[in-house]
Every structure is written in C-alpha cells, then in structure tokens.
C-alpha cells in the first residue's frame, strides 16, 4: 500500500467518466451533451487534480457507439462540452481515449488494458507503477490492475460493492471526496 500524500507530478490519474465525472443514464447511454450532468463539485475537483497530478486521463468505454444508438461525432461533442465545463473551472484533462467496441474481449474494452498501452504509447513519461485508476465498477478496478496501476473506487453508482476486495486499494463515496483525501 501507497501514501496518497506522496502523489506528484510524476504520477499519472486516469479515470472512468460516466458514474465518476458525470451521473450514469439509467438503463440507457449519455447520447447528447444535454443528458450530461456533471456530479455537484467535480469540476472543481479537476482543478485541484491538475495540480496534484502530472497527467489527468479519462478513459472510457462507450458502447452505445458500438451498439448504433450514438455517433462518434455525437461522443465527441459530449467530450468537447466536459472538456470545456472543466477547463472553464480551472481543470485539465490531457487526454480522452474510448473503446466503441461491443465484444468484451476487444483489447481497448475495460476491463482489458488496451486505453492504458496506448496512454502510455502517447505520454512516454507515464510509468503504471505510478498511476492510479478511479472507477465506480470492479470492471474499472480490473482494468486497472491489469495495467498494474493502484486503485481507487468510488461508491456512487455500486455502493453495494464490498470491500476490502483484492481489485481495490482505496474507496470513497465521489471523486470529491478522494481528491479531499489527496
């Protein structure tokens, strides 16, 4: 186990979008900017993290892609508003990667560490042993380990997940409350 306090600039944050930056859709996909809510304090949480951290990532799977309910042009809007929403708060996200892909063995889809290697393809300065995955599903904690990276889960969408649990390191109940903990 890690000290959060020893984080810095040489430590890379990645982290899931829907259910950690934004409220989950019940039963469906975000599918247009309007249907992205962002979680009360996260975007000032962004700030704080690009302070902290060396490199802020998002990484995402977006199935409703893959599924024909959205376009990549529609995805890409939703990004280009939460990158602005954030950067308008003081944050930074330096990258988003995505995975469109419906087959759960694809190597880009969570839990499988494909968005991780093409990161770190991207950023060469990025070492796993130094990076942290915050995700609200055990599919996001995997594919964290996979990558070999620690780990921090937050309870807002699977508050019923146990823990201890092997795949998790840290849990809190929003990013919000990790970055209070950084």
């Known amino acids: 186990m890690f000290d959060l306090k020893n984080i810095n600039k040489n430590w890379t944050l990645f982290i899931d979008r829907d259910g950690v930056i934004n409220h989950e859709k019940q039963g469906g996909y975000i599918e247009n900017k309007s249907e992205f809510l962002f979680y009360p304090d996260v975007k000032n949480s962004f700030q704080k993290l690009k302070n902290i951290f060396g490199r802020v990532i998002v990484v995402t799977n977006q199935r409703g892609v893959g599924r024909g309910l ?3 042009k529609d995805l890409q809007s ?3 508003f939460m990158l602005h929403e954030i950067e308008e708060a003081g944050g930074h996200i330096d990258a988003i990667y995505f995975c469109t892909a419906t087959d759960g063995t694809h190597p880009n889809r969570k839990p499988n560490p494909g968005m991780a290697l093409q990161a770190a393809k991207d950023f060469p300065a990025i070492k796993f042993d130094k990076s942290i995955m915050v995700g609200n599903k055990l599919s996001d904690m995997d594919f964290g380990r996979n990558a070999g990276m620690f780990t921090v889960f937050v309870a807002t969408t699977h508050p019923e997940t146990p823990t201890p649990h092997p795949a998790i390191d840290f849990r809190y109940a929003s990013l919000p ?6």
Do not use: C, G, R
Not at 177 to 182: C, G, M, R, T, W
């Open 70 to 72: 959205m376009t990549e």
């Open 78 to 80: 939703i990004h280009s």
């Open 177 to 182: 409350d990790f970055v209070k903990a950084l």
